[in-house]
């Protein structure tokens, strides 16, 4: 059955229930599947009996679902796809800067961290390939919000909360819209000790990738000064247009 978006309704509905585990830290039960998909219990068992059976979901002794190692297999293989496109680029960030380089994309209402290069720095950042964080609240998460419209911006702030992760943190959705403003004019985000108390960082957009992409450099804020954006910036542009055109490949 077609969907009115043009898709495939039963694998829409399918990754539905994918993402809402996902959004749920990697299990849920059938009423919270029921209650954020919207799908009568029927077709939610129908999908999970598919799903368990190609590997991609698994039932937990609680009576849980939970995602599959099938998940993980599909993961593994976009992540070593993406850090082969985008590595050589960030490495070029953090030889030329300095300071650990990280390439983010949005993951639902969510950054991950798809690629990195770290500083040669004894004390460096160490965000891990693979780390899910809040948009609010760090450089690429913010610039990927700046490509979103005023509307899904609050709609997202009214789902996640707009937790705290340091006293820098933004946690209103006024503010937080404004400072989305405030990034559109610039061109670039900045986290200020927002996400990590002493760190800052610089993120730029991903021009032309397939999904909304972000490239960063941070570290330590005695090193990553505000005046860092002067010289890390057009590095950071100039690396984001290419990895933009590998990752569409051209």
């Known amino acids: 059955m077609a969907s009115s978006t043009g898709g495939v309704q039963t694998v829409e509905r399918a990754i539905d229930l994918l993402e809402i585990m996902t959004d749920l830290g990697g299990d849920a039960t059938l009423s919270e599947l029921a209650d954020r998909s919207g799908l009568p219990l029927p077709t939610i068992h129908r999908l999970l ?3 368990v059976q190609r590997g991609y979901a698994r039932q937990m002794p609680s009576r849980r679902y939970a995602l599959g190692p099938g998940v993980l ?6 992540g070593r796809q993406l850090g082969a496109a985008a590595r050589p680029h960030l490495e070029r960030v953090a030889a030329e800067l300095g300071e650990t380089a990280n390439l983010a994309m949005l993951d639902h209402e969510m950054a991950v961290y798809v690629a990195q290069a770290s500083s040669t720095h004894s004390m ?3 965000t891990e390939v693979g780390r899910r964080v809040h948009l609010h609240c760090t450089g690429v998460g913010k610039m990927l919000l700046a490509a979103l419209g005023e509307d899904e911006v609050r709609a997202i702030a009214q789902r996640t909360g707009l937790p705290a992760a340091t006293e820098h943190s933004i946690t209103g ?3 937080l819209v404004a400072e989305l403003g405030r990034i559109r004019e610039r061109g670039y985000a900045v986290d200020d000790g927002e996400q990590e108390v002493g760190v800052r960082c610089f993120a730029v957009a991903v021009p032309d990738a397939p999904l909304a992409t972000a490239l960063s450099v941070s570290g330590p ?3 990553v000064t505000p ?7 057009p590095v950071l542009r100039e690396e984001a247009a290419r990895v933009g055109d590998r990752l569409a490949g051209r």
């Open 73 to 78: 297999r599909l993961a593994d293989a976009a």
């Open 173 to 175: 959705a006024d503010e």
């Open 124 to 126: 460096r950042m160490f």
């Open 49 to 51: 009996r598919t799903l």
């Open 221 to 223: 804020a005695a090193r």
């Open 227 to 233: 005046e860092f954006a002067d010289v890390a910036v």
